[in-house]
């Protein structure tokens, strides 16, 4: 109920401030024989920030037994090794606009002063190393979710190429559009301000037939999954907010033979048809705000109720949605990954076929 | 797991196809003592879709006493009044473009292919009636949904006046708008063709501290409750989109005191702030595609993986988005009631006080 | 929360109170193309209350298309031919002991007084027709879960002959108990008093691996899906209470090869290790209280506070237990479906041959 | 669903294993400002196994700021400080009985073999530190769950004296018993063999009301809670197996009124009625096997299908009900404080008069 878990079988738990000594996450039912080492989850720490590696999983060694998975729980630690031990009494004190401390005060009666607590961007760690676990899932699967920043402010990537995503420092996959973003993001570090961005996520290989047609629809589990990224505020599928300006024939895909099989010839629809996977590529963008902390003085008010000038010190990222990619990715991976397993039941033969081995 | 239900506490199960006699949902967990009546669901269900009056609270009376609720199980059954014994040869042979024909036969093997079994826009009569009672509940409280259309095709609703909503038939807050979408309307059902749209819905009235502040973020919640109603293909929150595009000094609301109280100088957020309510309105808007059935032939497949050109026969709306406004509502309903009542045992203090009286 | 679903994948949702027009049971999660029809679910009807015929699936139709479930929610209702119009006056006034009525006041605030509401004994039809779904689905991989009547007060079943279950109206695997323990009920009876008893289980058939290894465990779903009935005030498995008295090498099961398989010596295990089923039968036991309704005078208060003598009036059945023997049955029958669909994501290699058809 | 978690808005989720370097639970939905430090955790730690005290709160530091919970997930890890390295090759080839090895290798394709893996008492340390924070949450409320021994092997507690409970090593209510009940522990061990026993727990302060009608009877909760404890074979409440014999006269319980309050003259219902509780202290018991691993030789099967002679080497207790105790009664302590939240929204009056302070 508090919201600390995501996922029906595949189910992840969280935990952890941005101030403790660490933070993790717990993986109960992934399914015992999944090959599964650091070497999984590494490579995605360091893409949500590079220079980190400071986790461990080797250490509590649960839900892993020479090199598999057990089928039992996973726990994954991740240490904080740059807690600040600086000065809150400021934060302490008043709201930060566009931060969570107003909320969390009205909610809790209090909150963990020393930063965001809950809210801060450090709880994505945890998301990420259990992202990467479901991504190793899909991986024997041969699905593949993968996200880029389609846009910086104003700046879109419009010559795209996917084969440019890792090489530039903000994952467009376009490398002058990311040039022109950069100097972007160089100008509001230099007036002391932020800027958001779009980021596209493309899921390859998933076969039709995943999700519920209901209120689990995998779109709204998508859009669930996204929205719950701190600095999300949008979330669309296939033609998303477009298509609300379109015509029905323009907006319909035609089916199609292609190779003898049954696909669509155009993909509006971003892979989901009433709720469930199409077989097409699934597309969906996120549109993330601005980073809320800025160094520029602005109004808010004392827990006392006081009216006040706050400036925030400290060293502020102009941006997050380089780091905000990596993590729609893996929530995306963990979606994916639970309807996978979700689906197994969905007919009578296959339940028969797998008891009966009939 | 199969997604029939929606909500923790309050928690609503639909059931029922378009072509079955009838359909219902059962509500579960709404507290005891809140008076309802069916006068109190009527007007939504008409709302839906004008001219219905066929549901039946009365007839099975679970849950209602003497005109309040009595904790246990309410269930509402709304009787299929104009079933089509139509001719569903061909739609049953083939797969519509943009219905879930192909998605539900993928998942389960076969369907009922009498129309869109419970992807049909009629399983959104049982979250109406679901949402209603939500309504009653939230509006013992204070609190209002309150859902319209934003634009109709490229149609876009400019002069707002809230007074005007229930003026026109397609529940535009400007009546000149309005006139303009009729006629956008009239020209897509002339060319067998059909439109889409945006509905934005406002909630006043909401305390702040509702929602999670991790995986279920209040904004997370209403995503998935509002992408899992079949031709949403958006959601976005306060700024939304247009939050990408700005920069933080502009995204950011300062907090001042007004009256006396802390309130917050804009709403850029939506009232959302890190996934909890923060006493502001909370606005979002959600994307409707166009109309899936068109009469204009369509290229699609067979079963049996022969292409072909597809008519099909029958009164077709051109727009559905006039009827999906009250269900973006009620999804809205439901999960504000949902938020309402898992939030009384965040503090401590609260829990005391309850079981103690101190 | 409010706790009328069970199950997690096959799961069951009750609505109705004992004095309603109708109840039922909406069931999701059932796989798509599992024969069925009225005619699998009137001979648990009847089991349950012999001469009741009262049911309807077949006025809903919903989740069944051309004799085969279709994967979406399948709503059955049950209406309540025989509500009394009786005077309620007195029990709407007071506590009967044994009752719920003390307790649903004191949770609810107040209670629909006509009957027992939820806590009746009525609720439990929704419950077999639900059950009767399951039991279908057990059949179709050669699984069945068979209760009857251990003892009723202090006769008990000695002789035990399973093909003498049907042969008394007791369910009684010996039928020369059953006659005694039919001449303990009229006693009772005439005494205006009640007697108790204890049912068992037997599920043949389950395969070994079925069921989670901490909290899920298979035993303690039985556990909790056996209390849950009204009436019922112990659950034991295997040796049950018996064990705390064995020793260690009395108890414990060695395992054997038979017939070429691994297999038990003895099944004191009752069927589950670590809440894992073993392979063998899975049996146990559930210990039924005598009715609370009897007509002798009792010692009683009113909802005001005042002590009175309490005459309940009316027709009262000295045994449930013949009643709740099918009432058990099917709640077994609950819990082996929804640990089938569940267990068919535990193990990586199953997922890949799934999906990959390898 | 793969069952490591326990508890609806309480709700732990644990992770590791017996041979791990930790172990550890993850509590999501502790309400804020619970004053909660070690000392609150170490006695009961204590209690399950005396003389270990390596566990840590201190080191994660989530979920608790400045001596109070923060709302957010409250991690506990444990670290494994007696991991044997004995060798595990013999037990790794076969199954030992009365064990949860066969079942685990029919589940998940294979196991971790050192050790019981989760199905180790181990993993109830876990348990244990969740249940001592709910304890704390209860004390706050007054009410108090509270086990003990009531009988090992055939030695049953007699001449009742809760004062005597902590003055033996068996936690039995009568210090003759417990000296009888030592001596056939010291026989067992001198067989190789084992005992089982009865644990009861009492739960003193509840206020009426807790619990759901229907399938979620907290009587319902607490057999799974109990059961889901590795060796308990056998879960009653109030007059429990004993109820199947009594007549409906002795067993129902007269109100009365008592100090100007109703309450019950007699407790054979143990405090629940219709699934709520009364009132009336809560009085349950469980039935533990005797330890599975014994010295003395035993018939077993390896993992190819060959029958052998199986020695379990090592130490092995001769019985596991004292530490059991702890458990059973940390159970009892999760299932109320679960119950405890879940209960606030259950009337629209205290919903109104939790947001608008009428």
Chains 1, 2, 3, 4 share one sequence.
Request: aromatic content about 6%; charged content about 25%; glycine content about 12%.
């Amino acid at each position: 109920m508090a919201g600390s878990s995501f996922g029906k079988i595949f189910r992840v738990t969280t935990w952890g401030e941005s101030h403790g000594k660490a933070l993790g996450v717990v993986i109960d039912g992934c399914p015992a024989g999944l090959p599964l080492s650091e070497d999984d989850i590494i490579p995605y720490m360091q893409r949500r920030r590079p220079g980190q590696s400071d986790f461990s999983t080797k250490r509590n060694e649960s839900g892993v037994f020479e090199g598999r998975t057990t089928g039992t729980p996973i726990s994954i630690m991740i240490k904080n090794s740059d807690q600040h031990s600086g000065d809150y009494s400021e934060i302490a004190s008043c709201y930060r606009p566009g931060h969570a401390d107003y909320t969390f005060d009205k909610k809790y009666g209090f909150r963990d002063h020393r930063g965001g607590g809950r809210s801060s961007g450090r709880e994505t760690a945890a998301r990420v190393a259990a992202g990467a676990v479901a991504a190793k899932l899909l991986s024997c699967l041969g699905i593949r979710c993968f996200a880029y920043t389609l846009s910086i402010g104003d700046v879109k990537a419009e010559d795209i190429n996917m084969d440019e995503v890792f090489e530039n420092l903000l994952y467009m996959p376009d490398n002058k559009a990311a040039k022109r973003a950069a100097a972007l993001i160089e100008e509001a570090k230099a007036n002391e301000d932020s800027v958001g961005g779009i980021i596209e996520c493309r899921i390859e290989g998933v076969p039709a037939g995943l999700g519920e047609p209901v209120f689990d629809k995998l779109s709204a589990e998508l859009a669930k999954a996204v929205m719950s990224i701190g600095a999300v505020k949008g979330f669309e599928i296939g033609e998303g907010f477009n298509a609300a300006g379109l015509k029905g024939h323009e907006n319909n895909d035609a089916f199609i033979i292609k190779n003898g099989s049954i696909t669509k010839e155009t993909n509006h629809s971003g892979g989901i048809l009433g709720g469930i996977s199409d077989g097409s590529p699934i597309v969906f963008r996120a549109a993330v705000k601005p980073t809320a902390s800025i160094a520029q003085p602005q109004r808010t008010v004392t827990r006392d109720g006081v009216e006040k000038n706050l400036e925030i010190k400290g060293r502020h990222d102009p941006v997050i949605v380089p780091r905000a990619v990596c993590v729609v990715e893996c929530m995306a991976d963990l979606v994916i990954a639970d309807a996978l397993l979700s689906n197994m039941s969905s007919r009578m033969e296959d339940v028969i076929s797998f008891y009966k081995g009939e």
